[in-house]
């Protein structure tokens, strides 16, 4: 037991928020009750409290409300051979390097303890997901049910005890009505929406119930592209075999910043120094990689809302097209591009340097007048406007408390970007602005991606700047990195990327192997969605088709 725990003792209701200059572990222990922590760890991230099964709620309350913990960024999951373990991976929206691991063991024998998700709604969904896959039980969970793989499954797949050998059945049930216990005065009508359906952005399930024309509730029934990415990651090497796996997560563009995720926690993990001239080269990517997604939400958005194919929609994908051929000179791939490595890059930028950096300006160079034409085509547009002002609305708090990231979160005035708030790669060191609107609203998170295409292009034009005049003596794409890592065991580290959808975390918990004991994607698309029912509920039903086409899910980054 650390010896500041026993110095410990619960403050009284009217205690006074810790000092944000006091370190995350004793701002922590200054909070907390004193009969909830029997232990600390250091994870690489952050430092780590052990915190009983049955004062969950308690700990987190006071690590959230009096310790300025206000963004439960992932809960993962995992089973050893003696004990299960839900670890809550905090930070701070404010100052998103204070960070914070909450770990709650749980017998073998019985994996139950209280749920976080009456203190954290964006838990609501984590912890289904470590209940559908692990087999660990929370107590007052509001809706403790499978989430990934069907209800009739049997068994828990990332349970030791799962032999893989379970008769899977799904019986034929006949429609039940899901209004049955509804008595509110009205008609009322249960509206299925997916999960193939061209307004869902893939393969997701909505289950809404009308009254009337408003939505009463809504369900987004997920699970249904689930490939067990992260399972493939466990069982691939740390140096060569995972690489190929984050581009397949978010196919909608931001692939280079999905593998760059892998990158900075695999990084990180075996203490490897990047190249600065890898780190330009990557930031440059990342960004067109960033534009790429971008470019096709605000695209299938005018599809969505307005129906406008041939102007915006086009416009959208020539833009794409256009990057997609500068990615594949350098990369050699459009789509997955399976460019960076562990220490860098692949390789350097494509020859003729000169011919490569010309096709990048002048794309830059015409950006602005592209723009111009997007805000006259859509963000002017009466119609536009009717269809997202003050519709799918989220405010600051809602957006805190589901764990919303990028430019939903954004979008609603909060200030959070990783690239500038946990600093990576060459951004630092670069001259552009963190896009916030304050509307909350459908309108509010177009107008940020909008402009966060404008901060991209400023972002790509100094990196090509910088690359233009570097020595070609120094121009070292990747650190020399040892053929096998293998981690110490035990070790555990969370680290995340801000990837076009929002914060793209990765947890790794090594065992002293070539390959991770356990490998937990935390996907932005995945808490952003959860969101939906705050935004959708009491709105038209028109308008939560415009609701989900905001939030900009791509369903390879929520299921995996």
């Known amino acids: 037991m650390d010896q500041r725990q026993r110095q410990v003792g619960e403050p009284p209701e009217s205690a006074t928020p810790v000092s944000d200059a006091d370190s995350p572990l004793d701002a ?17 991230n952050a430092p780590a409290l052990v915190v009983r099964a049955d004062r969950v709620q308690a700990t987190l309350s006071a690590l959230r409300e009096r310790a300025g913990f206000d963004h439960c960024a992932c809960v993962t999951g995992q089973a050893y051979g003696d004990r299960y373990e839900s670890i809550y991976h905090l930070r701070s929206y404010d100052h998103a390097q204070r960070e914070l691991s909450v770990v709650v063991p749980t017998p073998a024998a019985d994996p139950t303890q209280e749920s976080a998700a009456p203190v954290y ?53 006949e429609h039940e009505n899901p209004l049955a216990e509804d008595h509110r005065d009205g008609d009322t009508m249960y509206l299925n929406l997916g999960p193939h359906h061209p307004a869902t952005h893939g393969v997701l399930r909505v289950g809404a119930t009308l009254d009337g024309e408003n939505v009463a509730e ?145 794309f830059v160079d015409d950006l602005p007048e592209r723009l111009a034409e997007y805000h006259d085509l859509l963000t002017s547009n009466e119609i536009f406007q009717i269809r997202t002002v003050e519709t799918g609305e989220l405010s600051a708090e809602t957006v805190r408390a589901y764990g919303c990231t990028g430019p939903v979160a954004r979008g609603s005035g909060v200030d959070y970007d990783l690239r500038r708030d946990d600093p990576y790669g060459y951004y630092p060191e670069l001259d552009w602005d963190v896009v916030t609107e304050d509307g909350g609203d459908n309108y509010a998170r177009v107008l940020v991606r909008l402009r966060e295409i404008e901060q991209s292009a400023r972002i790509i034009e100094q990196c090509v700047d910088l690359l233009e005049g570097w020595p070609e003596a120094e121009r070292t794409v990747q650190a020399n990195v040892p053929r096998t890592l293998r981690p110490d065991p035990d070790t555990e580290i969370y680290r995340a990327v801000e990837s076009a959808k929002g914060e793209l975390g990765i947890y790794i918990r090594s065992d002293g192997t070539d390959e991770p004991a356990r490998f937990k994607i935390r996907g932005p698309s995945f808490s952003n969605l959860s969101a939906l029912e705050e935004a959708a509920r009491g709105e038209y039903v028109a308008d939560l088709i415009a609701t989900i086409g905001s939030l900009d899910p791509i369903m390879g980054d929520v299921d995996r």
């Open 121 to 173: 709604p964006t838990a609501d969904w984590h912890e289904r997901e470590a209940y559908d896959l692990v087999g660990i039980e929370y107590e007052d969970h509001p809706d403790l049910r499978r989430i990934l793989l069907p209800e009739t499954w049997q068994g828990h797949p990332l349970d030791p005890d799962f032999s893989g050998e379970e008769p899977q059945i799904v019986p034929f049930r």
């Open 28 to 44: 922590a222990l200054a909070v907390v009750p004193d009969d909830a922590v029997t232990d600390t760890e250091e994870h690489l």
């Open 218 to 362: 809504v369900t987004p029934d997920i699970g249904y592209i689930h490939r067990c990415e992260e399972q493939m990651c466990q069982q691939g090497t740390y140096r060569h075999q995972i690489m190929p796996y984050p581009d397949r997560w978010d196919w909608s563009g931001a692939g280079l910043c999905n593998e760059w995720a892998y990158a900075r926690v695999a990084e990180a993990l075996a203490d490897i120094e990047v190249p600065e001239y890898a780190q330009v080269i990557r930031t440059m990517s990342a960004e067109l990689s960033r534009l790429l997604g971008h470019f096709l939400a605000v695209g299938t958005y005018a599809l969505d809302v307005i129906g406008e194919f041939t102007a915006s929609f086009m416009y959208a994908i020539k833009e794409r097209e256009r990057i997609q051929s500068i990615l594949e000179d350098l990369t050699g791939q459009r789509l997955m591009f399976n460019y960076f490595r562990l220490g860098g890059v692949a390789w350097d930028l494509p020859d003729p340097r000169s011919d490569f950096f010309a096709e990048i300006r002048e």
